[in-house]
């Protein structure tokens, strides 16, 4: 990871898409708080769906996002 902040962060969490959307994570208000210390990442989303594939479809988005900052 090279510029870690949680503006940096936040900028690469606006390229994931909610899915079956064209708004991003960001803008829906998914992402409640972004942390990182150490250059270990945590972020904090609230989904409210009942579907697992969604959920899973998100993080396995954002965790790529994520690995390229």
Request: net charge positive; hydrophobic share 30%.
């Given at each position: 990871m090279s510029d870690l902040?949680?503006?940096?962060?936040?900028t690469a969490l606006?390229?994931?898409?909610?899915?079956g959307f064209s708004r991003d994570i960001v803008s829906f208000g998914?992402?409640?708080?972004?942390?990182h210390e150490n250059g270990h990442v945590?972020?904090?989303m609230v989904?409210?769906?009942?579907?697992p594939q969604v959920?899973?479809?998100?993080?396995?988005a954002a965790t790529a996002a994520l690995s390229v900052v």
């Open positions: 902040n949680e503006q940096s962060l936040r606006e390229g994931v898409k909610y899915p998914l992402v409640k708080n972004i942390a945590t972020v904090q989904i409210t769906t009942g579907e959920a899973r479809q998100i993080k396995e």
